[in-house]
C-alpha cells in the first residue's frame, strides 16, 4: 500500500488564552509562516473545525484555503470535552459546517478524542464516513485514556444494522505508542523525537496532529495553563515552527505522499479494514 500522510489541524481557541484568540490566523507572521511551510513541502492540511467558529472566523478560514491545500472537517460544535459526541453536538456540528461549506461533512473528531460508543452511533445516524477520534496511546491524568488495545491503523466500527464507518486513530510512533504529533515533539526535543521516529517508525497510514497553538503556546500572554502542563507545553518556545518543519521533511523523506484524510477514506475504505462490532465497543 502507498504510504499516506495526513496533517490534520485542530482548529480551536488558544489554549488557555483569556482572550480566546486563534493566533495562526490572526497574526500575519504566524500565518505566513504556516503558509509557506505548508507550501514548501505540498502538504495537504484536513481541518477539523469548531464549528460554532464559523460565524466569527469564516472570513479567516477562507484566507487560509485560498492559500493552502485545506480541507475542512468537524471537531465538535463548542468543543466541551463534558458532552463531546453528543446528539447536539453532532447535530449542530453537521448543520453549521452545512450552512458554511453547502455540503454535510464526512468526517468528525471529537475533542480531547473522548469519543464513545452513543458518539458513534450519534455520527452513524447522521451519515458521518468516517471518525478520528481514537488515541492509540497512554495519556495520565482527567482525561487520561489507556488504549493500547487499540490499533495504530485505520478500521471499520460496524453497527448491527449494517451502517459502518472508518476510524481513524491518532497516529502514535509504532511500538512505543507515543502520539504523532507536535506537542509531544516540542515536549520531547526533536533530538529525541527524531530519534524515537528512526528507531520505531510510523504506520504507512499516518496523521499528524496539531493545533494552532502548538505553534506558540509559550507566548500566549496571561496563559492559565500552568503548573506542569503549562511548562510541558512550553517546551522548545521559539522552535515550533522549525520543529513542524523537520516533522513534515521526515515524512517527506520516509516515501509519504499527503493527503487529505477525505481522499485516505476513499482509500482505505472497502479493504478489509479490521472490523469492531459498535455493540461491543469497548
Ligand atoms: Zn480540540
Given at each position: 500500500m502507498k504510504k499516506l500522510a495526513c496533517v490534520t489541524l485542530?482548529?480551536?481557541?488558544?489554549?488557555?488564552?483569556?482572550?480566546?484568540?486563534?493566533?495562526?490566523?490572526?497574526?500575519?507572521?504566524?500565518?505566513?509562516?504556516?503558509?509557506?511551510?505548508?507550501?514548501?513541502?505540498?502538504?495537504?492540511?484536513?481541518?477539523?473545525?469548531?464549528?460554532?467558529?464559523?460565524?466569527?472566523?469564516?472570513?479567516?478560514f477562507r484566507k487560509l484555503a485560498e492559500r493552502i491545500p485545506l480541507e475542512f472537517s468537524v471537531h465538535s460544535h463548542t468543543h466541551d470535552p463534558h458532552n463531546a459526541c453528543t446528539l447536539d453536538e453532532v447535530r449542530n456540528s453537521q448543520a453549521a459546517y452545512e450552512k458554511f461549506r453547502g455540503v454535510k461533512p464526512i468526517g468528525y473528531r471529537a475533542p480531547i478524542g473522548r469519543i464513545d460508543k452513543e458518539g458513534l452511533g450519534h455520527l452513524l445516524d447522521h451519515d458521518f464516513a468516517y471518525d478520528a477520534s481514537v488515541y492509540s496511546s497512554i495519556r495520565p491524568g482527567k482525561f487520561g485514556y489507556f488504549n493500547l488495545h487499540m490499533p495504530n491503523s485505520p478500521f471499520q466500527v460496524q453497527r448491527s444494522d449494517g451502517r459502518s464507518l472508518v476510524e481513524f486513530p491518532f497516529t502514535s510512533i509504532e511500538t512505543i505508542r507515543i502520539v504523532f504529533a507536535l506537542s509531544y515533539a516540542k515536549l520531547l526535543g526533536w533530538g529525541a523525537y527524531s530519534l524515537l521516529l528512526k528507531l520505531f517508525g510510523l504506520p504507512e497510514i499516518t496523521l499528524l496532529l496539531s493545533h494552532p497553538y502548538d505553534f506558540y503556546f509559550g507566548s500566549i500572554p496571561n496563559n492559565t495553563v500552568n503548573g506542569l502542563e503549562g511548562f510541558a507545553m512550553a517546551r522548545n518556545t521559539g522552535r515550533?515552527?522549525?520543529?513542524?518543519?523537520?516533522?513534515?521533511?521526515?515524512?517527506?523523506?520516509?516515501?509519504?505522499?499527503?493527503?487529505?484524510?477525505?481522499?485516505?477514506?476513499?482509500?482505505?475504505?472497502?479493504?478489509?479494514?479490521?472490523?469492531?462490532?459498535?455493540?461491543?465497543?469497548?
Open positions: 485542530d482548529m480551536e481557541p488558544d489554549y488557555g488564552d483569556p482572550e480566546k484568540k486563534i493566533r495562526l490566523l490572526e497574526n500575519p507572521e504566524y500565518f505566513e509562516r504556516y503558509v509557506s511551510i505548508i507550501n514548501k513541502y505540498n502538504a495537504k492540511v484536513t481541518m477539523f473545525t469548531v464549528t460554532q467558529l464559523f460565524d466569527s472566523y469564516g472570513d479567516l515550533e515552527f522549525g520543529i513542524f518543519e523537520k516533522l513534515l521533511g521526515s515524512l517527506q523523506k520516509q516515501g509519504y505522499t499527503f493527503a487529505h484524510l477525505s481522499e485516505v477514506y476513499q482509500d482505505v475504505k472497502g479493504t478489509g479494514l479490521k472490523n469492531f462490532s459498535l455493540e461491543t465497543w469497548k
